[in-house]
């Protein structure tokens, strides 16, 4: 279902595997030989845009029903699809990576013809298909996907004792990368079925509920789940090794655990964290959002994505982000970063969907921001704002936080860390605690299981504070730079301040002064004069609470 509201990466080391891509290049170079002015290919653009043959059509259900041979890397089956037409029509947008075959796509007994465009599939039907009517096709395929950005987005890998290990991670890279679907953020299916027939012997953890799994008779077992919330393309996930399970819950939410073998003693450990981390989070934005389909993490060899109600983990078992101390204030050390900030995605990223790429700090800002909300519920506020100021030397600001709309573009790595920090300049800005956490509790609640864009965000925090944020959201969203709080000393005391900003209308009140006596002030893009008792010396910015620059001009 399509639930936006009002409007139409960091890459690790990607793992390219040289020999399968090779075959690729030609048409990747083509596709790359057309290009927009965003910088966007032509390829970004058919996965990108929200052309007339996807908004044409509201999705429903999905039923991806598929064999897994991990030996030869070959994916079989189909991928039932469910809309509901909102226009007339003839055509539909789908998209499947070209390393894939299309056996064949049925409406029934019809056999609907189609044209492959590098990644996109448009398919034609016989008649129009009425407005308000909903139909359902089968699209078969198969082949052997490839290996490609961060995660490998499906890996056909073998775990330590040499058991098959398969697993996706398919964000960057786009879920049509081993499926087909209609591949971006926008639609949502309402509901979804994922059958996955793998050797006997082995386990397949998916989204969802665990339904139950079936010995075909061949040497295969089909195991079936279901998820019965919406899902966003790149959270279906399939988790394929030689998995051992153990269980817990959390009053009536169940909490199921798959590892290897080998790690089980480590895990029952380290997977106590997700009983408070799923408490916190509860507290500040309310219950955890999928309580049907219960809450999973799930041993992979990557080091952990947020796939909805089945997180995968890879953190080694320990603290901090691969064992390191991730933001160097030795709060991260304290807990599994993997297992808080994966799980925050449950809240931001899952139910609260961003609807275009380019406005994907709702999902890691607020994760990032998450990870301070945790250190402060449990080690308090002190705690919290050592760690957010520590994400400090991560940050760029070289490019805006939101990227180009519409052309599958990848926002820089800020998304997190300078969104944390903005998240936590707000807070200062609102200035009232009670109110904020009503703010944020709100905000979440509003928007659960919707896919919104940064405009939706602006509206709301505005409307419930009365305030006019949106220079301060543009400021730090639209902009490379930080705000510059510019001050001149003026002899006898008296300060001379203004905000060197790019909106306008940037007035975002600050506090200066002593941590003792903070005096808060409104600096606006025009001078302004103040008197201080304090002495130049001892004079400071309270800039742990405000993300800013200060520059003191001669
Ligand atoms: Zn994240």
Redesign the pocket.
């Known amino acids: 279902m399509i639930r936006t509201i009002s409007y139409s990466h960091w890459n690790g080391c990607p793992r390219l595997k040289p020999l399968i891509f090779y075959r690729f290049t030609l048409i990747l170079a083509f596709a790359a030989a057309v290009v927009s002015a965003h910088g966007a290919t032509r390829g970004d653009l058919l996965r990108g845009a929200y052309g007339r043959y996807r908004a044409n059509n509201d999705l429903l259900f999905y039923h991806l029903d598929i064999r897994v041979d991990p030996e030869k890397k070959f994916l079989q089956g189909k991928n039932t699809i469910r809309f509901r037409m909102l226009k007339d029509g003839k055509r539909i947008q789908l998209d499947l990576h070209p390393a894939l075959q299309i056996d064949k796509i049925l409406l029934g007994r019809v056999r609907l013809r189609h044209t492959r465009d590098l990644g996109a599939v448009f398919v034609d039907f016989p008649q129009v298909l009425k407005a308000g009517a909903e139909y359902t096709i089968d699209f078969y395929y198969s082949g052997h996907p490839v290996e490609t950005g961060r995660f490998g987005a499906i890996t056909f890998r073998k775990d330590p004792t040499g058991h098959p290990w398969v697993n996706t991670a398919c964000e960057e890279t786009g879920a049509s990368v081993w499926w087909p679907n209609k591949d971006q953020w926008r639609d949502e299916v309402e509901g979804m079925e994922i059958s996955v027939a793998i050797p006997n012997g082995l386990v397949d953890v998916s989204n969802g509920k665990f339904v139950g799994k079936t010995d075909l008779g061949d040497g295969y077992t089909r195991w079936d789940w279901r998820v019965q919330y919406p899902i966003n393309n790149y959270d279906v996930s399939l988790n394929i090794g030689n998995y051992v399970h153990f269980s817990d819950r959390l009053g009536d939410l169940p909490l199921d655990f798959y590892v290897l073998p080998e790690d089980k003693p480590k895990a029952e450990q380290q997977f106590t964290q997700a009983k408070g981390m799923l408490q916190i989070f509860g507290h500040y934005f309310g219950d955890y959002p999928f309580p049907q389909d219960g809450y999973k993490l799930i041993e992979v060899p990557y080091s952990g994505m947020?796939h909805q109600t089945a997180v995968t983990y890879g953190n080694h078992f320990t603290n901090g982000y691969l064992g390191r101390d991730w933001v160097g204030s030795g709060i991260s050390l304290r807990f599994d970063f993997i297992i808080i900030?994966?799980s925050?995605?449950e809240w931001f990223?899952n139910s609260v969907t961003a609807a275009d790429r380019s406005d994907m700090w709702i999902?890691?800002g607020f994760?990032?921001y998450m990870e301070s909300l945790y250190v402060e519920s449990r080690w308090g506020r002190a705690d919290a704002l050592k760690y957010l100021n520590g994400l400090k030397p991560k940050v760029k600001n070289l490019e805006p936080i939101i990227s180009a709309r519409g052309v599958n573009s990848t926002p820089p790595i800020d998304q997190?860390f300078k969104g944390a920090l903005f998240l936590n300049t707000l807070r200062s800005v609102v200035d009232n605690d009670p109110r904020w956490w009503a703010l944020l509790h709100g905000f979440y609640q509003h928007f659960k299981y919707q896919n919104i864009m940064t405009e939706d965000v602006v509206e709301y925090f505005n409307k419930q504070t009365g305030m006019n944020l949106t220079p301060i959201f543009d400021e730090y969203l639209r902009h490379a730079a930080l705000p510059v709080l510019e001050l001149k000393w003026s002899p006898g005391g008296s300060l001379r301040y203004r905000w060197q900003a790019y909106e306008p209308g940037f007035a975002m009140p600050v506090l200066l002064g002593t941590p003792e006596h903070w005096q808060r002030i409104t600096p606006t893009t025009v001078w302004q004069t103040m008197q201080t008792p304090v002495s130049r010396d001892q004079f400071q910015v309270a800039t742990d609470l405000f993300y800013v620059k200060v520059d003191w001009m001669p």
């Open positions: 947020e900030h994966e925050a995605h990223g999902h890691e994760a990032t997190y």
